[in-house]
């Protein structure tokens, strides 16, 4: 690779031996230094049994001395804007943010337009996929038609097509009714139902938390139990159907405290959390500031520690980019009016990086939360360095200081609460099946 930064070279798979290197394995909690071979797009071998000047011409050897090598991220909730809202993000684009920030797969939301409810839009993103992406890029279908929460799509055909779960998208399944029959239906298959998790009642006119500063800004507030009302009536339903759950971006600590009972019941459920949820609380909405919008809305500071806490014992199974783009015209509007949501590829690995900086989890936990779980719950065979698997994986620096600056992200949209931050922790290099996509310079 010349001076580019990306590789869009599909043919261009050689091999490599990354020396000196701290390779982490998340699940096992350990860190070993050794080398680790790539060939033929696969992990070949690991370990200090390598003789690195023993090694044929075949192999290029990069040295990793003072980096981390870790599997790649897998992010599990991410809008990806194609087809529909192209000016936002691409196929293309969304494939840059993902890949410079460590993101080896990612799996985009069905809220496009048309809405993928069918599986003739999974077979068209993910032929586009192939492509034009640098990353490995999944699909979730809509539980309902549309979006509209009337009635079910064609959930066992998009299965078939290689959807990995079901959900509305930025809403919930308003109708318990409808919720019920889609749980109910996907059992069948061991289909996986994914909630945005508000009382749309509740919910439908507020812009940030209810509380204090709502009050004190003006502006309507969501209450934080709307959070909880959705969790505690899906969670009679899964009792009732036995269906595998899962819970989208937890922002309170009331959601925190039903999903740790409801596991320790043996219900099948998980849940994610995002980045704002445990770096920012909703002081960030002071002087109005949009680009802290998000839904669900950011959250006091006790609910802030709860998040922490539910990371760090084990309820939230997963850490999420919760990727939303948005252009600069819908977001520098006046409070009410401007789109929820932030830009979160390229932040995702510094502000998770930032948990374990804080003493608030360790490496192999850390990690486990953006790769090796997000797998087991997605049913994908990846987020572990395993020999004879493909080697998606990615050098980064832990230590490296940077300053967040949206102007750089290669995302085509700019919006993040997390503008002027000092985070450390750089991912340098991404290989994706074996093919080194991505190299800072």
Same mark, same amino acid.
């Given at each position: 690779?010349?001076?580019?930064?990306?590789?869009?070279?599909?043919?261009?798979?050689?091999?490599?031996? *990354?020396?000196?290197?701290?390779?982490? @394995?998340?699940?096992?909690?350990?860190?070993?230094?050794?080398?680790?071979?790539?060939?033929?797009?696969?992990?070949?071998?690991?370990? %200090?049994?390598?003789?690195?000047?023993?090694?044929?011409?075949?192999?290029?050897?990069?040295?990793?001395?003072? *980096?981390?090598?870790?599997?790649?991220?897998?992010?599990?909730?991410?809008?990806?804007?194609?087809?529909?809202?192209?000016?936002?993000?691409?196929?293309?684009?969304?494939?840059?943010?993902?890949?410079?920030?460590?993101?080896?797969?990612?799996?985009?939301?069905?809220?496009?337009?048309?809405?993928? %409810?069918?599986?003739? !839009?999974?077979?068209?993103?993910?032929?586009?996929?192939?492509?034009?992406?640098?990353?490995?890029?999944?699909?979730?279908?809509?539980?309902?038609?549309? +979006?509209?929460?009337?009635?079910?799509?064609? +959930?066992? +055909?998009?299965?078939?097509?290689?959807?990995?779960?079901?959900?509305?998208?930025?809403?919930?399944?308003?109708?318990?009714?409808?919720?019920?029959?889609?749980?109910?239906?996907?059992?069948?298959? #061991?289909?996986?139902?994914?909630?945005?998790?508000?009382?749309?009642?509740?919910?439908?006119?507020?812009?940030?938390?209810?509380?204090?500063?709502?009050?004190?800004?003006?502006?309507?507030?969501?209450?934080?139990?709307?959070?909880?009302?959705?969790?505690?009536?899906?969670?009679?339903?899964?009792?009732?159907?036995?269906?595998?759950?899962?819970?989208?971006?937890?922002?309170?600590?009331?959601?925190?405290?039903?999903?740790?009972?409801?596991?320790?019941?043996?219900?099948?459920?998980?849940?994610?959390?995002?980045?704002?949820?445990?770096? *920012?609380?909703?002081?960030?909405?002071?002087?109005?500031?949009? @680009?802290?919008?998000?839904?669900?809305?950011?959250?006091?500071?006790?609910?802030?520690?709860?998040?922490?806490?539910?990371?760090? %014992?084990?309820?939230? #199974?997963?850490?999420?980019?919760?990727?939303?783009?948005?252009?600069?015209?819908?977001?520098?509007?006046?409070?009410?009016?401007?789109?929820?949501?932030?830009?979160? +590829?390229?932040?995702?690995?510094?502000?998770?990086?930032? !948990?374990?900086?804080?003493?608030?989890?360790?490496?192999?936990?850390?990690?486990?939360?953006?790769?090796?779980?997000?797998?087991?719950?997605?049913? !994908?065979?990846?987020?572990?360095?395993?020999?004879?698997?493909?080697?998606?994986?990615?050098?980064?620096?832990?230590?490296?200081?940077?300053?967040?600056?949206?102007?750089?992200?290669?995302?085509?949209?700019?919006?993040?609460?997390?503008?002027?931050?000092?985070?450390?922790?750089?991912?340098?290099?991404?290989?994706?099946?074996?093919?080194?996509?991505?190299?800072?310079?």
């Amino acid at each position: 690779m010349h001076m580019e930064e990306f590789n869009f070279n599909k043919k261009s798979a050689e091999n490599y031996a *990354l020396v000196n290197a701290d390779i982490l @394995f998340p699940g096992k909690k350990i860190l070993i230094r050794s080398t680790l071979l790539i060939k033929n797009k696969l992990v070949e071998d690991f370990g %200090d049994h390598i003789k690195v000047n023993e090694l044929n011409d075949d192999y290029k050897i990069i040295d990793c001395k003072g *980096l981390i090598v870790s599997p790649g991220i897998i992010d599990m909730r991410v809008q990806i804007r194609e087809p529909g809202l192209e000016h936002q993000e691409t196929i293309k684009s969304i494939s840059k943010s993902a890949c410079s920030g460590g993101i080896t797969s990612l799996v985009c939301l069905p809220n496009t337009n048309p809405v993928i %409810d069918q599986p003739a !839009l999974i077979h068209s993103i993910q032929r586009k996929a192939r492509e034009v992406a640098l990353t490995k890029i999944f699909c979730t279908g809509a539980i309902t038609r549309n +979006l509209l929460g009337k009635e079910i799509a064609e +959930l066992q +055909l998009m299965k078939e097509s290689g959807a990995l779960g079901y959900t509305d998208a930025i809403r919930a399944v308003a109708d318990a009714r409808v919720m019920r029959r889609a749980l109910t239906y996907v059992k069948s298959f #061991d289909g996986l139902i994914i909630q945005h998790p508000e009382e749309i009642s509740l919910s439908r006119e507020g812009v940030v938390n209810e509380g204090e500063i709502s009050t004190r800004l003006g502006l309507k507030g969501i209450p934080s139990y709307a959070e909880a009302m959705i969790i505690e009536r899906d969670l009679w339903l899964v009792r009732d159907t036995k269906s595998r759950y899962h819970v989208s971006h937890i922002s309170t600590n009331a959601a925190v405290e039903i999903i740790k009972k409801a596991k320790k019941e043996g219900l099948n459920i998980t849940c994610d959390t995002a980045p704002p949820y445990f770096t *920012l609380n909703e002081l960030a909405v002071e002087n109005y500031r949009t @680009f802290s919008k998000l839904s669900p809305p950011l959250r006091t500071e006790e609910d802030r520690v709860s998040i922490i806490n539910g990371i760090n %014992d084990g309820t939230i #199974d997963a850490i999420v980019s919760d990727h939303t783009p948005q252009d600069q015209d819908a977001k520098r509007l006046p409070f009410n009016q401007a789109e929820y949501g932030a830009v979160g +590829l390229e932040t995702l690995l510094s502000l998770t990086l930032g !948990l374990v900086r804080n003493n608030s989890i360790d490496l192999c936990k850390a990690f486990s939360l953006i790769t090796e779980n997000p797998a087991k719950i997605l049913g !994908l065979n990846s987020g572990q360095i395993k020999k004879g698997e493909e080697a998606d994986i990615i050098i980064f620096d832990p230590s490296k200081p940077w300053k967040i600056n949206p102007e750089k992200f290669y995302s085509k949209s700019k919006n993040t609460p997390f503008d002027g931050m000092v985070v450390e922790g750089k991912n340098l290099m991404t290989f994706v099946r074996g093919r080194l996509v991505f190299r800072s310079q």
